[in-house]
């Protein structure tokens, strides 16, 4: 039995019949959501990861060794895993400056590349009973005390099934693992000061630095200072040098800082996705102008029929208006696929190759830009629509096909 | 002058243009009246305002000065929804250009019609309203709750959902099959039949102008408006649509026909001419 035409299925009727013209809308309106999504998520993603950065940088300012600074910066967004290290009597001394409401020492560790991931591991070596900026995220998903000799293992690393990882040929237990920073501590094993001697010993037999060894016991990465009240994380610097001459040599890292150098790098990367985006769009806006415009011409002698057959100026805005949403909200929900399978299959490798603290961004939040994303895309094609309708409001379309005649 | 029981009056109707800068009058104080059944031919040369008067009965241009009543409405005072509702109930318009739906098919072109205000249309019922064997038609109170001036896309029926959806479905395919027989009978009727699942494109002009008219007559229209009607047809093919239409007229169908074609000329009740905008009778 033949299905009669309604009303209510001219729109998808003009769209099937017509597949140039959709396909060519629906790849408009696919790129446009598609950069929309992307763009966003990517920009949402690396706000993310810079906020989770702040959160885990607790600290107001990180003394490190000389030259060192810029390799603290980079442990602790989203750089290659390094060693340096001074010794325990310059942090006790640091750690004696005025100002200074909370101190930790930390030692950090490159491994060699490890059997349990795909890239050098950082470890971290902390204090648990000083630690103020680790110990408040691990407590949140470990509830135990972390013995010597154990560890707790970033989101990234692989822990085998036994609950250990292989380094420096030795199997060392994990008791948790942590959530996702999209930071570099996403690749570090944490383990407390007290094995770190253990760490270093085995670590100096593989990589041969004597040296290390040497100072196993009294290696200092950084000390990372909580200013107290009224004072600001350079002034306590500056009380910092004044204590021993050689200081001022000494790399002073402010998470402030650095999340500001990030900060910079990361509002430039967002600058450039949001140009490209504008300009997609703006791009993307005309041709759909002009593809609409067009149409007017060429759907001149449909809308002069549907008048004299009936059909009010309402109903002909509906059409178009239905038209435009199905071609909206298609190229919305194509352009939102495509996008997430390029951009949440590869995280890890988008993280990477922009050397910048990346997080994916919650459900909720991905959600609601998959949902902004269709309504821009579905209003972008109603806009395009509003040039047809203003056209059609103007004297009725039968006469002006008359003229043409 | 004429008084408004008439299905069609035009009352000292004028339209003016202007033409490089001088009016002129295209339609010049012209009086016309047609009533049920009546079949009205008006000839003249081209450019002497015949389409214009038609399209000032459909209500595409507004009279200069005088009125236009149709089915006792001043269409000329007429909001957008009640013209449109005017020209898809009371009126049927053949136009001279085509304006097939190249999206449609002929059967779709041809019902399209039907489907843009929810109330049943008159082949769907029986004399006294009711539901019919092939097309059931709401209730006055489920029509009456639903806003006729909205189109169908977003008001189709004013039914309750739940309990009522089982019957609504089927008084919907019992309109649909309704509008389809409706729809194959007058492409029968114009010899036409077997082109009801072609394309416009795929038709010849002769066959576009007799699925124009089958699509004119599809809502029993009071009064037919055709513009050249048998312009691009053959004799025999215009033999089969002056029959149809006489045989329209003679069921009380009102029509008003421009035409060049003598042979049709002869199906009409009565002859008018257009001549420099002044409408005599012949």
Known sequence: MHSAITLRGLPYENLKRKPLRTAALLTIVTILSLTFFGGTMLTMNLNT???????????????????TAQQ??????????????????????????????????????????????????????????????????????FDGTLQDGQMIAGANVDVSVDGTIELYGRDWPVVAQLANTGTSLDNSVFINTATVPQMVAVSSKMTKNSAFAKNADKAVSTVLIKVKQGYDAQTVADNIKHLDSRFPDLGYVYPGGITATTKNSLNALISYLAVF?????????????????????ERKREFASLRIMGATRGMLNAIIVKESI????????????????????????????LQLPYLQAGPIAIIGCAVVTLVCSTAIGIAGSMLTMWRLSKPEAYLTLREGD | MASTSHLLVLCDVTRQFIRRGKPFNAVDHANLIVDEG????????????????????????????????????????????????????????????????????????????????????????????????????????????????????IVPFAYDSGA??????????????????????????????????????????????????????????????????????????????????????????AILMVTHDPDALAWADTVYRMDAGVLSKV
Request: charged share 20%.
């Open chain 1, 326 to 353: 199905m071609i909206g909200a298609s190229g919305g929900v194509v352009g939102v696929g495509l996008a997430s399978l390029m951009i949440f299959p590869f995280s890890s490798l988008i993280g990477t190759q």
């Open chain 1, 277 to 297: 985006v504008s300009v997609i769009w703006a791009m993307g806006v005309i041709v759909l102008l002009a593809v609409f415009a067009s149409s007017v011409n």
């Open chain 1, 72 to 141: 603290a910066e980079a442990l602790l967004t989203n750089g290659s895993p390094s060693t340096f290290y001074f010794t325990t009597d310059i942090a006790d001394t640091i750690k004696s400056a005025d100002g200074i409401e909370q101190a930790s020492e930390q030692t950090y560790i490159s491994s060699l590349a490890a059997a349990c991931c795909d890239e050098k591991l950082q470890i971290i070596g902390f204090d648990p009973a000083s630690d103020f900026v680790i110990e408040p995220w691990i407590a949140s998903q």
């Open chain 2, 164 to 253: 009522k959806s089982a019957d609504a479905q089927n008084i919907q395919a019992g309109q649909r099959r309704a509008l389809i027989s409706r729809a194959q009978d007058l492409l029968n009727q114009l010899g036409i039949a077997d082109l009801a699942d072609s394309y416009p494109r795929e038709l010849s002009g002769g066959e576009m102008r007799r699925v124009s008219i089958a699509r004119a007559l599809m809502n029993q229209p009071k009064l037919l408006i055709a513009d050249e009607p048998t312009g691009d047809l053959d004799q025999e093919s215009t033999d089969i649509v002056m029959r149809l239409l006489r045989a329209q007229a003679d069921n009380g169908m």
């Open chain 2, 38 to 153: 009546e079949f009205i031919a008006v000839v003249g040369r081209s450019g002497n305002g015949k389409s214009t008067l038609i399209n000032m009965v459909t209500g595409l241009i507004r009279p200069t000065s005088g009125s236009v009543t149709v089915d006792d409405c001043n269409v000329a005072a007429l909001s957008d929804n009640e013209l449109s509702r005017l020209r898809n109930r009371t009126l049927g318009f053949v136009t001279q250009g085509h304006t097939l739906l190249g999206n449609l098919t002929v059967l779709d072109n041809v019902i399209l019609p039907a489907t843009m205000f929810p109330d049943s249309l008159p082949f769907a019922c029986d004399d006294e309203g009711e539901v019919s064997e092939e097309g059931q038609s709401l209730s006055d109170d489920e029509v009456s709750a639903a806003d006729s001036s909205l189109p169908d896309t």
């Open chain 1, 49 to 67: 990861g810079m906020t989770s950065t702040e959160q885990r940088l607790g600290a107001d300012l990180m003394v490190v060794p000389q030259n």
